[in-house]
């Protein structure tokens, strides 16, 4: 009896190990091709955002005023069609003869001669140009032009730019400002996010399980907040603690969490009526583990679709604030500042809207699939 006892016992067959919740959700995300694509298009964003102004070839605040509203180009500024006229403009003012001009990749060239012997001093015409630096006379063997010499090449070095995005209306690269802007706007909205979203999810999970007077005192807390204006409660934290930029994120999270609560108190109000929670509570489970184990994962779903979308709508109230003058102050810049700003100039210079209204439609669009993926995985009813 015992060996077939331990024959029996060894064809018993084993039992797969069970997965919990996140990694079943994990798995079923990977098998969104949308989901998958957007966040690997958010982690892009936000490395360019993180990474970008310190490899940027201009600082996001340095003023060119020469290149102006430049229109985006691939081509460096500035351009042979300019640099030309005003190379010959330079070398007309110290009236010699100025032959052919040739342009090259960081410099510009033409033989100049007088009836009389040229003058050292002429370069400071062209040195006096924005587009030209460090003029000098050279003789056609690539020497210093020797004393009381009638003829001579001028050199001068150009300091050739890219502006791949253009420049705004002060002459800031708006590629750079771009990569600022990603930086500042995604910090804001996903701190803010993150804040609504703990303080949200722990006080409507409390006040829907525990129901009664607590759930009825916590919910009118709730209401009295609600009934303060979200401007003037930024304008208090200013007064109060000065300009700031955390203060931003803060004032956000403490507005936006107020919907947070209320989904998850819903949300919670009906899941603490299910078999398995009231089971929970039969094996003596405590409270706080029931919440963690059982009622906040099962809320998840919602949830997260809800941050997906407060991430906008953060960066909206941000630039809100940045336009009244309590946000993001110059020379630092945000997607929604530059959107503002980009539709003051749009008849000017249309690239100032397009290309940061581009930016923060990808994050959107990435943000939204993202969400639509994260609900469908975190949901227990499709497992």
């Not at 067959?13 to 798995?27: F, H, K, M």
């Not at 052919?100 to 001669?113: F, H, K, M, N, Y």
């Not at 184990?293 to 998840?300: A, F």
Request: aromatic residues 8%; hydrophobic residues 50%.
């Amino acid at each position: 009896m015992s060996e077939a006892s331990a024959n029996i016992a060894d064809a018993a067959p084993v039992q797969p190990a069970g997965r919990s919740l996140w990694q079943d959700a994990w798995r079923r995300l990977r098998r969104n091709r949308a989901a998958v694509a957007s966040a690997v298009a958010l982690l892009l964003v936000a490395l360019a955002g993180i990474v970008g102004p310190f490899v940027s070839p201009h600082p996001y605040d340095r003023v060119y005023p020469q290149y102006v509203r430049a229109p985006a180009s691939l081509e460096a500024y500035p351009k042979e069609e300019t640099i030309v006229p005003q190379f010959v403009s330079a070398l007309e003012r110290a009236r010699v003869t100025i032959g052919e001009v040739d342009v090259g990749a960081s410099t510009v060239r033409a033989p100049v001669s007088d009836d009389e012997p040229l003058d050292p001093r002429i370069v400071r015409y062209v040195d006096r140009s924005d587009l030209f630096d460090n003029a000098r006379l050279e003789d056609e063997s690539g020497e210093p032009m020797a004393e009381g010499a009638t003829s001579a090449v001028m050199i001068a070095d150009v300091h050739r730019v890219r502006f791949i995005f253009g420049t705004d209306a002060n002459g800031r690269d708006l590629l750079a400002r771009i990569l600022v802007g990603i930086r500042i706007s995604l910090a804001i909205g996903l701190l803010a996010s993150a804040m609504a979203l703990v303080v949200g999810v722990t006080w409507g999970a409390i006040a829907g399980y525990a129901g009664g007077r607590i759930d009825n005192l916590m919910m009118r807390i709730v209401d009295i907040l609600y009934s303060l204006p979200f401007i003037f409660f930024v304008i208090l934290l200013v007064v109060f603690f000065g300009r700031n930029f955390v203060l931003i994120f803060i004032a956000i999270g403490c507005t936006e969490w107020l919907d947070m609560a209320r989904i998850v108190r819903g949300q919670t109000l009906s899941l603490r009526r299910q078999e398995f929670v009231k089971a929970a509570e039969a094996l003596g489970v405590s409270n706080a583990g029931i919440l963690t184990r059982h009622i906040v994962p099962n809320t998840l779903g919602p949830v997260v679709v809800f941050v997906t979308l407060l991430v906008p709508k953060a960066i909206l109230l941000e630039s809100l604030l940045s336009f009244l003058g309590l946000g993001v102050q110059e020379p630092l810049t945000s997607l929604g500042l530059l959107i503002a700003e980009g539709a003051d100039n749009m008849r000017g210079g249309e690239w100032l809207l397009i290309y940061p209204a581009i930016t923060l439609t990808l994050i959107l669009f990435a943000l939204n699939f993202l969400g639509d993926g994260l609900r469908d995985a975190l949901d227990p009813k499709d497992r």
